[in-house]
């Protein structure tokens, strides 16, 4: 290992802010109030708050790892492989997925499965910086033991999302898995049952170990490698150890059916901890005039984050004649892309060694580099307006479909309307909005506009409820032919149990008030066969039985 003389000082900006951003005190302080008041608390978090999070917190993350990379030319040369020839692999792998389903599941699966070790890895990368900032000798055996406490607890959410029986519980919020969608790789549940309670015992074992080759550390040097490790166990071993064990959550804050609400909050104690690291090593980069505070390099990040995220979306939304709409899959699949491209860029760029161990360990500005030819003043303007613009279109998608669902809530349908378009002139169009907002017409007995957006919805989001919803607004005006035949082309395809049996009862409705007494029966009594407790299904088959032998 590289001999570093330590910095003067454990601390990057100081104990109060590197112990609240960098080392995840400020989730541990979140996840106590969820666990005692959760249900309380997400009932009054409003509906902008996670969109904002992830405008304010989330967007600038991905910023930090692009300006790093691609702001100065020489960055952009030693890193070629990745900066260039990388994300042309992952550029091409997300054009491909639009338009072909097996790359589409392959690029997800891939993005969803090493998220974890992402996040688990920059919490390994913080705690051995701590360490080797304060100064402790981390001989190969010791740092060996600390990496395998992190790698072991990554082994365990791996293993829990690609058994059989289980799904990726860490999908992004408001994502629909439609044509783009994670496939577990299938490892059986016997191999899951024994697996899963050696790794949690390895992982123990491991977390001992290191704590006892670290037991004659200055405790001011082992909290923050603590606190890393603490963050962890909240964010990963804790949670899937406790599903693999069947075991209830002892708090709201660990529900295993809250898992995608929570790790929401996770990503977000995550972006934090990367605005933290990065702005401390942008600042003490040490290029003459390349820092001017934090809140210019904020506004750098943002707009650069901005710029990946908004980018792809505009180029290949449905507006542009693009194959998918946003939530049906072109969304899962931009994200898909940045953050496999976030995954390649920050594995190579944040090697604690050569100028970087210089910075993050010894706490000294890099040395100075040869100069570099002046930028292209016109070209540089030129990408800073385009990011500016790019984080506008952000920030203008957020207010808009904020002002769409209150609009919806309060039966503004003209500012739905206005809404809708703003939001597909953008490449943001929905079918879950088109069908949210189909349902409220149909409320509204607006039957035919309802019947507009109901098959805008099927366009771009094909599934059941859809299909269900467009056929009642038939039946509604009396045109129960037409009524009995959507129902009919719905049962023909995969329904979950519960709409299936819900769309046998309209089917067998709908052929009653066409006087097909037969048909009608005959729905019913599947519907029966699947609910046998179900009391007024068995009061239809009796008023169908009766009428079939008038």
């Not at 959760?38 to 991905?62: D, I, K, M, S």
């Not at 719905?490 to 769309?503: C, F, G, I």
Request: net charge positive.
């Amino acid at each position: 290992m590289e001999a570093l003389r330590p910095s003067p000082s454990p601390w990057l900006f100081g104990p109060f802010p590197d112990l609240l951003f960098g080392c995840g005190v400020l989730y541990a302080l979140l996840f106590g109030l969820f666990s005692v008041a959760g249900a309380e608390l997400r009932a009054l978090q409003p509906q902008l708050l996670f969109p904002l999070l992830v405008l304010v917190f989330g967007t600038p993350h991905y910023g930090a790892t692009l300006l790093r990379v691609y702001e100065k030319r020489r960055d952009r040369r030693a890193y070629v492989l990745f900066s260039l020839w990388a994300t042309l692999a992952v550029a091409a792998l997300f054009a491909l997925s639009l338009w072909w389903g097996p790359a589409a599941t392959f690029f997800v699966t891939l993005y969803l499965s090493w998220s974890p070790w992402h996040y688990t890895g920059q919490n390994y990368g913080l705690a051995v910086m701590f360490l080797r900032r304060g100064g402790v000798a981390l001989e190969p055996g010791l740092k060996r033991w600390i990496y395998a406490s992190f790698v072991l607890s990554y082994a365990l959410v791996f293993l829990l999302l690609h058994s059989t029986d289980a799904g990726a519980n860490d999908l992004p919020y408001g994502y629909a898995e439609v044509s783009a969608r994670f496939q577990p790789l299938g490892i059986p549940t016997r191999v899951t049952a024994v697996a899963a309670p050696l790794l949690i015992a390895a992982n123990l074992l491991a977390l001992a170990r290191a704590a006892f080759g670290l037991r004659g550390a200055a405790p001011r040097v082992l909290l923050p490698a603590a606190l890393l490790a603490l963050s962890q166990i909240l964010w990963f071993s804790l949670p899937y150890g406790l599903e693999a064990g069947g075991l209830s959550a002892p708090g709201d804050a660990l529900r295993w059916d809250l898992r995608t609400h929570y790790f929401l909050w996770i990503a977000v104690a995550h972006s934090i901890q990367y605005l933290w690291v990065t702005a401390y090593y942008a600042r003490q980069s040490g290029e003459p005039g390349g820092w001017r505070g934090q809140l210019p390099h904020y506004a750098k990040v943002l707009a650069a984050g901005a710029a990946v995220w908004t980018a792809p979306v505009l180029l290949f939304g449905t507006h542009t004649g693009g194959p998918l709409a946003f939530d049906a899959g072109l969304g899962l699949l931009v994200a898909a892309a940045v953050n496999v491209h976030h995954f390649i860029l920050d594995g190579a760029i944040w090697k604690l060694r050569g100028p970087i161990a210089e910075i993050l360990i010894k706490a000294q500005p890099a040395a100075s580099a040869s100069a570099e030819p002046p930028p292209r003043r016109h070209v540089g303007r030129l990408v800073w307006a385009a990011c500016g613009l790019a984080l506008l279109v952000s920030a203008y998608v957020l207010v808009v479909e904020q002002s769409v669902y209150s609009a919806l809530e309060r039966k503004e349908f003209a500012r739905v309307r206005t809404g809708i378009s703003r939001l597909a002139a953008v490449g943001r169009e929905s079918g879950s909005l088109q069908l949210a907002f189909g349902s409220a017409l149909l409320d509204a007995r607006n039957l035919a506009e309802a019947r507009e957006h109901f098959r805008r919805a099927q366009a771009l989001l094909p599934n059941a409820t859809g299909e269900l919803l467009l056929a009642s607004t038939y039946e509604r005006e009396g045109d129960f032919r037409r009524a009995a035949e959507l129902y009919e082309a719905a049962l023909e395809k995969r329904l979950p149990s519960s709409q299936r049996t819900h769309a046998l009862v309209l089917a067998g409705q709908a052929w009653r008030q066409l006087g097909d007494e037969a048909r009608a029966l005959a729905r019913f009594e599947e519907a029966l066969a699947r609910e046998p407790d179900n009391s007024q299904l068995a009061a239809l088959i009796e008023l169908a039985r009766r009428s079939a032998q008038r």
